[in-house]
């Protein structure tokens, strides 16, 4: 198997683009990240594309095609990976496992979603379908309401806060603020938060991650070829990923999402390292509590801990781990296609050092945690600069 | 949809012989045993507990005239899980392991002259 790098990245500004379309969204990151790489596309000879909805949210299936037509890099093998809000994720995966495997050299993978051409009660119901659609969603489940579930077991059972959730969106939403591409530039107060309107209980409008139209990219090749192209090649050291059931009602547990932790295990193996040696991450903060668990889950705290930790500013920049320091999904937005992309091009501005006002100092190593629909899927990765 | 309403109606779910594991919905092959398991018909009794709740502010399409709802996770007492509403109640007067039975009662409806999809809700069990 070969070693894998990222030799470019790039992604669109995130946020409510009524004024451009899902091509031209895709096009510019993508055209950004072939770019960064100082790649010809002509070079490129595969293209991963992660979008979950586009055929209910902009009634496009197809978007492979599209995306290689409108980058100029045909004819290329354009494939579309769709694994509810992890596809950016598992696309990410499958150009690395292209390029390993020695079938592909040079892979384009862009992850877009475009989803404020609809209505609100449209998107809701599109997203959905990252549940289970018969057993779930006919009974009126939304996903603010399964992640309500989990919110209100993990404070029983561990005595988390909502104000402890809260300081999540504050954290974040602090962090975007340092962010250029994120959707809101604004910091907000736990009281901001606490008295936003309820969407689920006890899961606010704060909680929640926004509605967002966006696309990230990156090029890979194999680390042996990559510092033709970069000075800062990023080598994906470890990948993992994992599936459990579509439904959160046939879960063992509601409060650990195994998949993450199964997933996490596996690149932390393939990677020889430990959540210790992780002092930057990107993980998956649809909702506030989604956060809380993936940096238990992971191993950077004990199970129940993360409400105390986060609250405590355990996970802000520069402390003991930085977590989503793009914004995360709260605070830079999440087109649930693109976020496991964009997760890879934050941590890879991060290891670079490119990342400004945000950057966080002494990492070695970047952890990237993906999660489909309620926790059906879940992708991990680990990163290493490799100059 | 007609081929759910054995389920949907009166609640009919599955048995494995082999691993005693009831299932709801239906299965066809035991996710546990795999190829070993034996899948009958198991009729669920339809009462259980709250296993955890929520109020719903913010509908999907075809649920804005139910809002705000209560959606729930009941533990049936045959094992399996499912998620539904509970009506007849206020949010108040639930917690974590309140007893509940199941209700027939229309879900929602293609539109103003489409289809009535009907199936269980949960209500109180006094």
């Not at chain 1, 989803?115 to 998107?123: K, S």
């Amino acid at each position: 198997m070969r070693r894998v790098a990222i030799i470019g990245v790039g992604m669109s500004k995130f946020g409510e683009v009524w004024e451009r379309g899902f091509r031209e969204l895709v096009a510019e990151a993508g055209l950004r990240a072939i770019e960064d790489a100082k790649v010809q596309g002509e070079e490129i000879d595969a293209l991963f594309g992660g979008t979950m909805a586009a055929g209910r949210l902009i009634g496009q299936e197809h978007i492979a095609a599209l995306i290689a037509d409108y980058m100029g890099i045909n004819p290329t093998a354009a494939t579309r990976v769709e694994d509810a809000c992890a596809s950016g994720g598992v696309a990410l995966r499958t150009g690395m496992m292209a390029v390993a495997s020695g079938l592909h050299d040079m892979v384009v993978v862009g992850g877009v979603e475009k989803m404020t051409d609809v209505a609100v009660g449209d998107a809701t119901s599109a997203l959905g379908g990252a549940g289970d659609q018969e057993w779930e969603l006919f009974m009126g489940a939304t996903f603010p309401s399964l992640y309500a579930f989990i919110a209100q077991r993990h404070m029983k059972d561990y005595g988390t806060t909502e104000e402890q959730m809260a300081a999540v969106a504050v954290k974040n939403h602090a962090n975007a603020s340092k962010n250029k591409y994120a959707q809101y530039q604004n910091e907000i107060t736990i009281e901001q938060v606490m008295k936003s309107k309820v969407i689920a209980s006890p899961l606010k409008l704060f909680d929640c991650s926004p509605i967002t139209d966006g696309a990230a990219a990156v090029v890979l090749c194999p680390l042996d070829k990559a510092k033709k192209y970069t000075d800062t090649p990023i080598e994906i050291i470890g990948t993992g990923q994992a599936s459990d059931t579509i439904a959160l009602h046939s879960r063992e547990s509601f409060t650990t999402l195994k998949a993450t932790k199964i997933a996490a295990k596996k690149a932390y193996d393939m990677a020889k390292v430990g959540p210790k040696d992780i002092k930057v991450a990107e993980v998956h903060d649809c909702f506030t509590i989604a956060e809380l668990l993936a940096i238990e889950d992971l191993g950077f705290f004990k199970k129940g801990e993360g409400g105390k930790a986060t609250a405590n500013g355990e996970t802000a920049l520069n402390s003991k781990i930085s977590i989503n320091t793009s914004g995360g999904l709260k605070g830079c937005g999440h087109p649930v296609g693109a976020t496991g992309v964009k997760q890879a091009v934050e941590i890879a501005w991060q290891l670079r050092g490119d990342a400004g006002a945000r950057q966080v100092s002494g990492a070695e190593y970047g952890l990237t945690q993906n999660v489909g629909g309620s926790g059906a899927t879940a992708v991990v990765h680990i990163y290493k600069r490799a100059d | 949809m007609w081929r759910r309403i054995p389920e949907r109606y009166r609640m009919a779910g599955s048995l494995c012989e082999n691993c005693r594991q009831n299932f709801f919905p239906r299965r066809t092959f035991c996710p546990i045993c795999r190829r070993k398991g034996k899948i009958v018909d198991k009729q669920m009794s339809g009462k259980g507990k709250v296993f955890a709740y929520s109020l719903v502010t913010a509908p999907p399409v075809g649920y804005e005239g139910e809002i705000p709802y209560i959606l729930a996770i009941i533990e049936l007492d045959e094992g399996p899980k499912v998620t539904a509403q509970i009506v007849d109640c206020k949010c108040d007067k639930l917690e974590i392991g309140t007893k509940v039975k199941s209700a027939f009662r229309r879900i929602t409806e293609d539109g103003d002259e489409g289809i009535i999809y009907y199936g269980f809700k949960f209500k109180l069990d006094k």
